[in-house]
């Protein structure tokens, strides 16, 4: 039989691995709880990436093939621009995409629906320039020799929506558009950051005008 000696310094030993297993435990399960309720945003951003950057190799594998730009009237104008981005987001990580009604109102505004000549000629639904000659482009009606800029010609509409897209995610002039499409989803906001894109001094104005048109549209489909 152990001796008072002996057992109250098993009783001891006892208390303190107790404690210690306590002290484990609280300690697993706040960094449990830390890193399920607070998990480390690098590392969320890493993989986020990691897997957007996988599922744009799988994508690219699948040579998909762009579709046809038809349209006869305004409700053909929108379906086709939605097959077109639809394409397009198919291939773009989803925190460099583009809102569709955005696209659209620009698009519908700054083309007429597809019925200008910049869009007939030079499938270029924006108005989108070059100040490279040798870039093909098309002159305003009335000019015959260079003036410095030209409106880009494009192998295909949806090309131009293309381009369209990498300007908003890379030029310089829409920092502030990236900035917010951070926050916020809603082209009738985001708009408002583009008025670098037209020398109209109400162009935001033209575009929410335009985009709530489609909306009406869309509901009539």
């Not at 030209?150 to 030029?171: P, Q, T």
Request: proline letters at 4%.
């Amino acid at each position: 039989m152990p001796s008072k000696q002996q057992w109250e310094k098993w009783v001891h030993k006892a208390w303190f691995y107790t404690k210690v297993i306590f002290a484990v435990l609280a300690l697993m399960t706040a960094t449990y709880w830390w890193g399920t309720y607070n998990p480390n945003k690098s590392a969320v951003s890493k993989v986020n990436a990691d897997l957007d950057e996988f599922y744009m190799n799988k994508i690219e594998d699948m040579d998909l093939k762009e579709p046809e730009f038809a349209y006869n009237n305004d409700i053909q104008f929108i379906r086709a621009m939605h097959k077109c981005i639809d394409y397009i987001n198919f291939k773009t990580p989803k925190h460099l995409r583009v809102p569709y009604e955005m696209i659209i109102g620009q698009a519908a505004l700054e083309s007429g629906w597809g019925s200008s000549r910049f869009a007939v000629e030079g499938n270029n639904l924006f108005g989108i320039r070059t100040w490279t000659e040798s870039t093909p482009h098309l002159l305003l009606k009335g000019i015959e020799k260079w003036p410095g800029w030209g409106v880009r010609v494009f192998a295909s509409k949806c090309d131009s929506v293309k381009e369209y897209i990498r300007l908003l995610n890379e030029h310089p002039a829409y920092e502030d558009f990236r900035t917010l499409r951070l926050k916020t989803n809603d082209s009738t906001v985001l708009i408002k950051t583009l008025d670098k894109f037209s020398t109209t001094p109400d162009y935001d104005q033209r575009v929410i005008r335009m985009i709530l048109k489609i909306r009406k549209l869309e509901e009539k489909k």
